[in-house]
């Protein structure tokens, strides 16, 4: 039952990254109708921003609470940026051409981003700093939190709760929401399309980069290729939740998240990476729209 | 000469039968080639076969599809097995090595064999996927391609991550060759006979095609089905080429170079994609030393080749995607 509790916690603060990444994910599609395939690889991208800015910030700030908040906020800033250029480079001269050329330039664009980091920041693996004192919270007897558990879920509902008050109450979110329904009919009532895409890009890349650091930080090493895998998954939880829906992404990571870490821990354990993949299948046989989509039918 | 070849493209047979004898007097006159060359032609031809089986179902048929990779393993290991376990234990008494005329006369249904598991890999994936579509589809294909890598992986019997060495090195020039140029043969036999213009008809319009009466999901599982058998057996070529194979050497990346070869050389164009293939091999050679930047490269060679001329790469898939008159409207 313990060994159920913590794995319950574990699959929690997995699931949570899982949802931030997905969020991502979801917004584009809402937007634009496709995958960006590179969004995992931001992740890594903003993993590595984290990473070499953590000695400097660590001067600034000894506090380590302090740090961390500074190491996120640095690598969400370095991520919206990098997903802007990508947006404005790679997907917007491809805007009216067929969905799957951007989905391949997007495949193009992850590949680049994965391999251009084995150059730059060399293939092996480099051990995350611990930003955080080792505290954990006891719950009950034996099932504990640790601070970075504590850490994962808490930005993640700050961050969640903060786009949710985005998308509901502020101009860009209305806009955004205009545009997912119909981008020629936004267009016309003096939406600037581009400008809101440029902009979701940078908030859905923003919290990829959140992501990064917190997913570096549980897993304690990072590589060029480490934002493929949660890259993947998160779109699985995407997909789980309703593509476009944005409560949709969140249940969804925290469901296969709880999925994962409860079936890793039995038998099962070894195909822990099929597991996300046999459930996207499922999902996208028996119900496509996901659990909060609404299905559209096509027009001939 | 380039008469000459344009009077073999549409005349298949004579191009068979010129292919099958060139790959014949490769093995027997070959000789002097060196062992190095002989592994770039091997691979150059193992890649034709791939890219062209896979042009029938993103550029024929215009599914796309991410597991190629995944049922060019399932043929590998298939014929990998036969060829290091079944044969020799039902016939020990013969000898087998690379070379000897067992191993030689066994390997055309080992590699059929090897091809038809695949098919089958290929009609259990392509039969409940198939009916999705764009986006879906690609991410069912890759979930499928990386499932297959895990139970691979899980394996024991075959090795599990550490894959299986010490495969007959059966693969030459005359079966590497030969079954390239079948390969390119069959496609452009297939799409042009009366029962492969329906992989053109879904691709251009599934809609009209459905109500022209055609089995949209039949022919698209067909195309699927016969990609799947021809990667089968592009892998136990592979397999008996290089005696080493692994579930990493088919990841999501192996076949991501295999959709980098049919788009290169133009969905659709069979002869094209060949090129395009034997291209990638002799770069992929040239940047070996360079892995790192390979991957880099072909990023690049991607993302620029989209943005440039999207509308030409694109075009058989052009009016699939975006239904209705105008292609270029979003």
Redesign the interface.
Known sequence: MHEFLQQVINGLSLGAIYALIALGYSMVYGVLK??NFAHGDVLMIGAFAGFYAVPMIHGIFPDPWTTTAAVLIWSMAVCAVLGVVIERL?YR?????????????S??????L???G??LFG?NQKAFPDLLPPIRVSLGSSVTISGNHLLVMAVTLLLLVALRETIQRTRFGLALRALSQN??AAALMGVNSNAVISLTFAVGSALAGAAGVLYAMNIHSIEPLMGTLPG?KA??AA?LGGIGSMPGAAVGGLLLGLTECLLGGSDLS??R??I???I??LI??VR?SGLFGSSAAEK? | MFHSSKALIRNPRLALAAGIGVAVLLQLGGGWIDPYTTQVVLFAAINVILAVSLNLVMGETGQFSLCHAAFMAVGAYTSALLTGKALPTLLPHLSWTGSSWASQVFFLPVLLVGGSVAALAGLIVGGPSLRLRGDYLAMVTLGFGEIIRVLLQNANFVGGARGMEGILPATNLFWAVGFAVLTVYTMIALVRSTYGRGFQAVRDDEIAAAAMGIDTTRVKVTAFVIGAFFAGVAGGLYAHAVEFISPEGFNFLRSFEIIVMVILGGLGRPVGVAIAAILITLLNEWLRDLSQYRMVVYALIIILFMILRPAETLRPLLSRVLPGRKPAAS
């Open positions: 496709f995958i790679a001269p491809l805007r009216n051409q067929p969905k799957l050329a951007v989905l391949i330039t495949i193009g664009v992850s590949l680049l994965s391999y251009g084995q150059i293939v981008r020629d993947i779109f699985v997909v070894s195909y990476d099929a996300a993949f046999g996207l299948i996208l046989l496509p001939v």
